[in-house]
């Protein structure tokens, strides 16, 4: 059976890989809905943290990989690490900066950016960082220029199930002029509008603009109003639909004529993609990460200029030819984006480890002893900031450390 550098069998490693994806959320779900949680609700989080983090270290982990690092502030999702298991590479993917450069959107409350500068640090402080684009790594090593040799630039893969059912078009099919993602200011859906409404009449009796993503109700009906006073009608013109299943998304996507990503924001553009994976003609906005994306300048068009849109749009709808090569083009980009393609991609020599992953006498000897109790465990946090959460921790240290064991039994 293979075997790896510190002597874990394969078997080993696919029980390790399996536990990190269930310890989260199991300890999410056992203290974040009880009614002693409400108890502590400014300090929830941090228990969640601190659950999370002796989990871990009783595995004593040779690499600690981040998937997601800047999440838990609305969602139950524990992110926090290092405290306990500090003796571990740290790996952590940033998807994008996007909160940082618009703060003023999405740091509005003293809550928020507290926590974002929290996770921020907790970024800086990991030994490799693993940007999903180039456009976030140029963005990362311009707002953090110390840090740039810890940098890895990876892509993000198209799933199997996409590659498995796209196909290049070998003519135009379908009515609607398809968006799918979040619906927010930054995903620039008002351009999108515009450039529908400035198609000519006779051409639009036979599209249909369909909105696909989760909105606040306030922001849709602002654009619903947008639309509604450039003559569109709701529900034969334009549509919002929210809370799609993947089926249901999939399926909106082969029965579109047109996929249109107006977004001036995005660390990638997972939705482009997709739509590219499907065969589905893409237009998409020239910002950010897109162009790096999509790869082609005829699909792409100036933000925030409906008007130009507008022509493209007309152009592919217009010229089978022109849109059979789109879509030929669009579906033999995504091929690039198989995981196995992506992976073999990634330079790992783009940056140093900062430490080895073998542990030194001395290293074993300054790192916290992982088989004492629950209690003694959060001892050794020194949490004085939460001296009511460590009591209420020791106090529970019995029932507490019952769910600690089980997550870590292998």
Same mark, same amino acid.
């Given at each position: 059976?293979?075997?790896?550098?510190?002597?874990?069998?394969?078997?080993?490693?696919?029980?390790?890989?399996?536990?990190?994806?269930?310890?989260?959320?199991?300890?999410?779900?056992?203290?974040?809905?009880?009614?002693?949680?409400?108890?502590?609700?400014?300090?929830?989080?941090?228990?969640?943290? /601190?659950?999370?983090?002796?989990?871990?270290?009783?595995?004593?982990?040779?690499?600690?990989?981040?998937?997601?690092?800047?999440?838990?502030?609305?969602?139950?999702?524990?992110?926090?690490?290092?405290?306990?298991?500090?003796?571990?590479?740290? #790996?952590?993917?940033?998807?994008?900066?996007?909160?940082?450069?618009?703060?003023?959107?999405?740091?509005?409350?003293?809550? &928020?950016?507290?926590?974002?500068?929290?996770?921020?640090?907790?970024?800086?402080?990991?030994?490799?960082?693993?940007?999903?684009?180039? #456009?976030?790594?140029?963005?990362?090593?311009?707002? #953090?220029?110390?840090?740039?040799?810890?940098?890895? /630039?990876?892509?993000?893969?198209?799933?199997?199930?996409?590659?498995?059912?796209?196909? +290049?078009?070998?003519?135009?099919?379908?009515?609607?002029?398809?968006?799918?993602?979040?619906?927010? +200011?930054?995903?620039?859906?008002?351009?999108?509008?515009?450039?529908?409404? &400035? /198609?000519?009449?006779?051409?639009?009796?036979?599209?249909?603009?369909?909105?696909?993503?989760?909105?606040?109700?306030?922001?849709?009906?602002?654009?619903?109003?947008?639309?509604?006073?450039?003559?569109?009608?709701?529900?034969?013109?334009?549509?919002?639909?929210?809370?799609?299943?993947?089926?249901?998304?999939?399926?909106?996507?082969?029965?579109?004529?047109?996929?249109?990503?107006?977004?001036?924001?995005?660390? #990638?553009?997972? +939705?482009?993609?997709?739509?590219?994976?499907?065969?589905?003609?893409?237009?998409?906005?020239?910002?950010?990460?897109?162009?790096?994306?999509?790869?082609?300048?005829?699909?792409?068009?100036?933000?925030?200029?409906?008007?130009?849109?507008?022509?493209?749009?007309?152009?592919?709808?217009?010229?089978?030819? &022109?849109?059979?090569?789109?879509?030929?083009?669009?579906?033999?980009?995504?091929?690039?984006?198989?995981?196995?393609?992506?992976?073999?991609?990634?330079?790992?020599?783009?940056?140093?480890?900062?430490?080895?992953?073998?542990?030194?006498?001395?290293?074993?000897?300054?790192?916290? &002893?992982?088989?004492?109790?629950?209690?003694?465990? /959060?001892?050794?946090?020194?949490?004085?900031?939460?001296?009511?959460?460590?009591?209420?921790?020791?106090?529970?240290?019995?029932?507490?450390?019952?769910?600690?064991?089980?997550?870590?039994?292998?």
């Amino acid at each position: 059976m293979e075997e790896y550098a510190d002597g874990r069998s394969q078997a080993q490693a696919e029980e390790l890989r399996a536990l990190s994806l269930q310890i989260t959320p199991i300890v999410l779900r056992s203290f974040s809905r009880n009614s002693y949680s409400r108890a502590f609700s400014q300090s929830s989080r941090k228990l969640n943290e /601190i659950l999370f983090e002796v989990a871990v270290a009783r595995i004593r982990p040779s690499i600690v990989f981040s998937m997601s690092l800047f999440q838990g502030l609305h969602e139950d999702v524990s992110s926090g690490y290092r405290k306990l298991y500090w003796h571990a590479e740290h #790996f952590c993917i940033l998807y994008d900066l996007i909160p940082l450069m618009e703060n003023n959107r999405y740091l509005r409350t003293r809550r &928020a950016l507290h926590w974002y500068h929290e996770k921020l640090e907790l970024l800086l402080g990991s030994d490799r960082i693993m940007t999903i684009s180039e #456009f976030v790594g140029a963005q990362f090593c311009e707002r #953090f220029p110390s840090h740039r040799e810890k940098l890895i /630039i990876i892509h993000a893969g198209g799933r199997e199930r996409f590659f498995d059912i796209g196909e +290049p078009r070998t003519r135009s099919h379908g009515r609607a002029i398809l968006y799918v993602g979040s619906i927010e +200011p930054r995903k620039n859906i008002e351009t999108l509008i515009r450039a529908f409404a &400035a /198609i000519p009449e006779d051409c639009r009796t036979t599209l249909t603009l369909r909105l696909v993503g989760r909105s606040k109700r306030k922001y849709r009906e602002n654009l619903a109003r947008l639309a509604t006073s450039l003559g569109l009608v709701r529900g034969i013109d334009f549509l919002f639909v929210e809370n799609a299943t993947d089926d249901q998304v999939i399926k909106y996507y082969l029965e579109s004529r047109l996929f249109v990503f107006p977004s001036v924001s995005e660390g #990638f553009g997972l +939705p482009v993609l997709e739509a590219m994976q499907l065969g589905v003609p893409v237009l998409a906005a020239n910002a950010t990460s897109i162009p790096e994306v999509l790869g082609c300048e005829k699909l792409l068009f100036p933000p925030l200029d409906f008007n130009i849109l507008s022509k493209k749009i007309r152009h592919l709808l217009n010229d089978e030819i &022109a849109y059979t090569k789109a879509s030929s083009y669009c579906h033999n980009r995504s091929l690039s984006y198989r995981w196995e393609d992506v992976i073999g991609r990634v330079n790992l020599s783009q940056s140093t480890p900062t430490k080895n992953l073998q542990l030194t006498d001395q290293t074993q000897l300054e790192t916290p &002893a992982l088989d004492l109790n629950f209690a003694e465990s /959060i001892d050794i946090l020194m949490l004085a900031k939460y001296r009511k959460l460590v009591k209420f921790l020791k106090s529970n240290a019995v029932r507490l450390e019952e769910t600690i064991d089980t997550l870590t039994c292998h």
